[in-house]
């Protein structure tokens, strides 16, 4: 599996997902900067969490305008694989690779801990590893992440099993509980919680987020 992850000053969570990768995969992903315009031949882009361009205007808004997305973009439309987490999820949807946008945290407080969440979609190339209605636990990070969306794409999510993951106890006030939600074609998955912050038996507590990189393997390999 060819993957890259895009860099962002502000960025900080890249190394930890490139590590998840390498460890998944065996092989290294490139580390693609926010200023190149050609993205290496890629299966898998992943846009990690962090502040970047440190969330001055908005969570996102000047990333998804750096000139590395519009490769992604273009990778997008060939099929390639996009995995946002977090800050990345938000870049996602200032591109509109994916409806809605995420808003400040209900209690307007930063939240770092781990929430338990439950799978509602298994049948894409990111949670063939995990089992409709299986609980996880995996930390979130972040003081923008609300989901919010109008009820017409409510709707069409719903509808449609884009929804991969919903909160089992709402951390952050996201309209009906939406943790992660995927693309029309579920190539595409933002989500708030960090599963390369789950991935390593060494660091302690759980292993859930493994299974992501481990679907992605599979798929892709």
């Not at 993957?3 to 962002?8: D, E, P, R």
């Not at 299986?134 to 409510?154: E, M, N, V």
């Not at 099993?161 to 009906?176: F, H, I, Q, T």
Request: hydrophobic share 40%; glycine share 10%; proline share 5%.
């Amino acid at each position: 599996m060819r993957a890259s992850v895009i860099v962002f000053p502000g960025s900080n969570c890249d190394r930890d997902v490139a590590v998840a990768l390498q460890r998944a995969c065996g092989r290294r992903p490139n580390m693609v900067w926010h200023a190149d315009v050609r993205l290496p031949e890629s299966d898998l882009v992943v846009i990690p969490g962090g502040f970047s361009y440190g969330d001055y205007l908005r969570t996102g808004a000047v990333a998804a305008r750096a000139p590395i997305m519009r490769e992604v973009a273009a990778a997008a439309k060939k099929g390639v694989r996009i995995l946002g987490i977090c800050n990345g999820f938000q870049v996602l949807c200032e591109t509109q690779l994916l409806p809605g946008v995420l808003l400040r945290n209900r209690d307007l407080k930063f939240i770092c801990r781990t929430v338990e969440l439950d799978v509602v979609n298994s049948d894409s190339d990111f949670t063939r590893n995990w089992k409709k209605g299986q609980k996880l636990r995996i930390p979130i990070a972040h003081g923008d992440g609300s989901y919010f969306a109008d009820s017409g794409t409510l709707k069409s999510l719903n509808d449609n099993g884009r929804v991969a993951l919903r909160y089992c106890d709402n951390p952050n006030g996201s309209l009906e509980d939406i943790a992660g939600i995927f693309s029309e074609n579920r190539r595409i998955l933002g989500l708030m919680p960090h599963p390369e912050r789950a991935a390593d038996p060494e660091l302690g507590g759980s292993v859930d987020g493994a299974a992501v990189f481990k679907s992605l393997v599979q798929a892709l390999a």
